[in-house]
């Protein structure tokens, strides 16, 4: 089955830096790698996913980049706010059936006024 | 819409106790799924089902049972709440599809086991 590894587990930056995060899959037949982003006490919430065609998508402040090669995908998200602070997960699918994910062990990202 | 429903947001059983976690979506989803959150582990998935009569194990199944009588609900089965089921569960719907993954999640239930 599909193995994901998701980095850092907790991330500190300041307002208006840079965040990164970083995840890796182990199945090359993935197709699909979708970030979801979880406030404190929600519900997780997808925010931009991107598909094996392509190798960046962006949305805004937030982008993904896809490397294929490599098997590993990055969450970038620039000028970072305050209200960007929240459990980050990444994800890949797992076996034959669409559905079915599997989920990194999630990032804390926490943005410094 | 109300998308996916859970009920109850809180529950507090005795080991030993069973009980049952409600889902309901009304997206008329073919794909739904539970999945449980500890700290650091991040969501890993008990059970899910490809549609109404189908219904398949996840990652960590043990201790759990599902049922999918209709499209729309999707119940959890605690058969013997044991301290190491305290955890908040989330319950998730999708289409299924090869351009459809996005999953669409439920409020959660944080149950505590004593």
């Known amino acids: 089955g599909e193995n994901v590894e998701q980095h850092p587990s907790t991330l500190s930056v300041q307002e208006g830096d840079s965040a990164v995060i970083k995840c890796t899959y182990s199945d090359s037949a993935s197709n699909y790698f979708p970030w979801y982003k979880q406030e404190l006490g929600k519900r997780p919430q997808l925010i931009i996913d991107?598909?094996?065609?392509?190798g960046e998508k962006k949305d805004q402040r937030i982008a993904v980049t896809l490397n294929k090669t490599a098997k590993h995908f990055s969450l970038h998200i620039t000028e970072t706010q305050p209200e960007d602070s929240a459990v980050y997960f990444c994800a890949a699918p797992t076996g034959t059936s669409y559905g079915k994910l599997t989920f990194g062990q999630g990032t804390i990202l926490t943005v410094h006024p | 819409n109300a998308g996916v429903t859970q009920t109850p947001k809180f529950q507090v059983l005795k080991t030993g106790q069973s009980m049952t976690l409600q889902c309901a979506q009304d997206?008329?989803?073919?794909?739904m799924s539970w999945y449980r959150q500890d700290p650091g582990m991040g969501l890993r998935l008990i059970h899910y089902s490809v549609g109404a009569g189908i219904t398949d194990q996840g990652e960590v199944p043990n201790g759990y049972n599902v049922s999918r009588s209709t499209t729309e609900d999707f119940p959890l089965r605690l058969l013997s709440a044991a301290p190491s089921q305290t955890s908040v569960y989330f319950c998730?719907?999708?289409?299924?599809?090869?351009?459809?993954?996005?999953?669409?999640f439920g409020p959660g239930t944080r149950l505590t086991v004593t």
């Open positions: 991107i598909r094996s065609n392509v």
């Open positions: 998730a719907s999708s289409y299924l599809g090869p351009n459809s993954y996005e999953q669409y």
């Open positions: 997206m008329n989803h073919e794909y």
